[in-house]
T-cell receptor, first 109, second 117 residues
Framework: DAKTTQPTSMDCAEGRAANLPCNHS???????VYWYRQIHSQGPQYIIH???NNETNEMASLIITEDRKSSTLILPHATLRDTAVYYC??????????FGQGTELSVKP | DTGVSQDPRHKITKRGQNVTFRCDPI?????LYWYRQTLGQGPEFLTY????????KSRLLSDRFSAERPKGSFSTLEIQRTEQGDSAMYLC???????????????FGPGTRLTVL
């Protein structure tokens, strides 16, 4: 299973962009990068996923490097409600998600 | 609410007792997953079903753990002879199966928090 490395914690000012990095240097060619987040005491919530190209949806943007060894999740205008643990996941066969420890993002007023 | 639901939300039990948790997935989802999460850690995969068939079990799932999805809809996770180390949040998720290379997101329930005294 491909592994991911993320910073343990990050701070971001409310209204600013939050850029969350993830290293997945052992990713193989057909493995997607998924991002989920978990707000305290809730189940994880899907944010976005990508394979090779950059992706954007109503929640975030995902930038994947050309060699696919790292990616960055961008929350363009962070709010206090974005405070959560963010997980970068490289999906394996049959849909099983392998979570790491994630990045605890604190959005501060 | 048409999301994934889990029952109970909280369970406190004494060591050695059996407990059972229920998960109701989103109705059209044929994949159902169970994960376990301990404090400060990310969720860990336990097992998953496609329809009623249990297709994979993690080595974390000792023989005290059993999961079923008898009619391909709701699922139960039973822990026999609970131990203090079983204390965790048990999360259920559902999704559509992967078809033609399309990868589908998993929708998680709120979890059942188990405390074994």
């Amino acid at each position: 299973d491909a592994k991911t490395t993320q910073p343990t914690s990050m701070d971001c000012a409310e209204g600013r962009a939050a850029n969350l990095p993830c290293n997945h240097s052992t990713i193989s060619g057909n493995e997607y990068v998924y991002w989920y987040r978990q707000i305290h005491s809730q189940g994880p919530q899907y944010i976005i996923h990508g394979l090779k190209n950059n992706e954007t949806n109503e929640m975030a943007s995902l930038i994947i490097t050309e060699d696919r060894k790292s990616s960055t999740l961008i929350l363009p205008h962070a709010t206090l409600r974005d405070t959560a643990v963010y997980y970068c996941i490289v999906r394996v066969a049959r849909g099983k998600l392998i979570f790491g420890q994630g990045t605890e993002l604190s959005v501060k007023p | 609410d048409t999301g994934v639901s889990q029952d109970p939300r909280h369970k406190i039990t004494k060591r050695g007792q059996n407990v059972t948790f229920r998960c109701d997935p989103i109705s059209e989802h044929n994949r159902l997953y169970w994960y376990r999460q301990t404090l400060g850690q990310g969720p860990e995969f336990l097992t998953y079903f496609q329809n009623e068939a249990q297709l994979e079990k993690s080595r974390l799932l000792s023989d005290r753990f059993s999961a079923e999805r008898p009619k391909g809809s709701f699922s139960t996770l039973e822990i026999q002879r609970t131990e203090q180390g079983d204390s965790a949040m048990y999360l259920c998720a559902s999704s559509l199966a992967v078809t033609s290379g399309k990868v589908n997101e998993q929708f998680f329930g709120p979890g059942t928090r188990l405390t074994v005294l």
